[in-house]
């Protein structure tokens, strides 16, 4: 009897052993693979204020890490929602390139180096200058365009943007992005309104707030 009760807490004692094993490889292998995670990128701004009429604030973005911004927000008002448009009432969302007594700004996609033209009654400024045409390098290329009762683009290669924006667009971007929406390093064109602003840009990697 004292041989088979020995023999079963033996046995006892060898289950017991192999569950904690057990259990420290799941537990150990959760740290593992918690620690494998990559961390969140780390943002750097620079706001440069360049003028104009209205005045414009050059944002310069740096990620300690490759992400992708899908959005801007600007207070309640995000890029998500359509082209925003800034009026003496503040910061709005429309789905057309140009309203009257309104700056919109918005990016275009030029798929090849050459001209960009804007035909407007109103005032258009891109990709950095003043100006109803540019030449730009391929990538995103912010426009904005001031007062502008009508207005069409034409993209180098003779491409037309849409007059109106939808979220599927492959030419035309709510997000008002200067360049590559994937990197480390972006900017953002933004003409100011008056008073303090708050602005938050969304990515992959997670959300940088700025204040302008």
Same mark, same amino acid.
């Given at each position: 009897?004292?041989?088979?009760? +020995? ?15 057990? %259990? ?22 620079? +706001? ?11 944002? +310069? ?19 998500? =929602?359509?082209?925003?448009? %800034? ?6 969302t429309t789905t057309s390139l140009c309203a009257a007594g309104e700056t919109t700004f918005f990016s275009v996609l030029a798929s090849q180096a050459g001209l960009v033209q804007v035909s407007t009654d109103g005032l258009a400024w891109i990709s950095g200058t003043w100006g109803a045409s540019s030449s ?38 709510? %997000?008002?992005? =200067? ?17 303090? =602003? ?15």
């Amino acid at each position: 009897m004292k041989s088979r009760r +020995a023999v079963a807490e033996f046995e006892a004692t060898v289950i017991l052993v192999m569950v904690s094993l057990a %259990l420290v490889s799941v537990v150990y292998g959760g740290l593992k693979r918690g620690a494998a995670l990559t961390p969140p990128p780390v943002f750097a701004n620079r +706001a440069i204020e360049i003028g104009g009429g209205p005045d414009i604030e050059m944002l +310069a973005v740096n990620s300690s890490i490759t992400t992708s911004v899908s959005s801007l927000s600007i207070g309640s008002v995000s890029s998500v =929602q359509g082209i925003m448009a %800034l009026s003496g009432l503040g910061y709005s969302t429309t789905t057309s390139l140009c309203a009257a007594g309104e700056t919109t700004f918005f990016s275009v996609l030029a798929s090849q180096a050459g001209l960009v033209q804007v035909s407007t009654d109103g005032l258009a400024w891109i990709s950095g200058t003043w100006g109803a045409s540019s030449s730009v390098v391929p990538g995103w290329r912010e426009i904005m365009v001031e007062d502008g009762h009508s207005c069409s683009i034409t993209l180098p290669g003779g491409q037309q943007v849409p007059s109106t924006w939808s979220p599927g667009s492959k030419m035309l971007s709510s %997000l008002p992005l =200067q360049g590559e929406p994937t990197g480390t390093a972006f900017a953002f064109y933004i003409p100011l309104s008056t008073g303090p =602003q708050s602005v938050l840009i969304t990515s992959t990697g997670g959300f940088d707030d700025v204040s302008l």
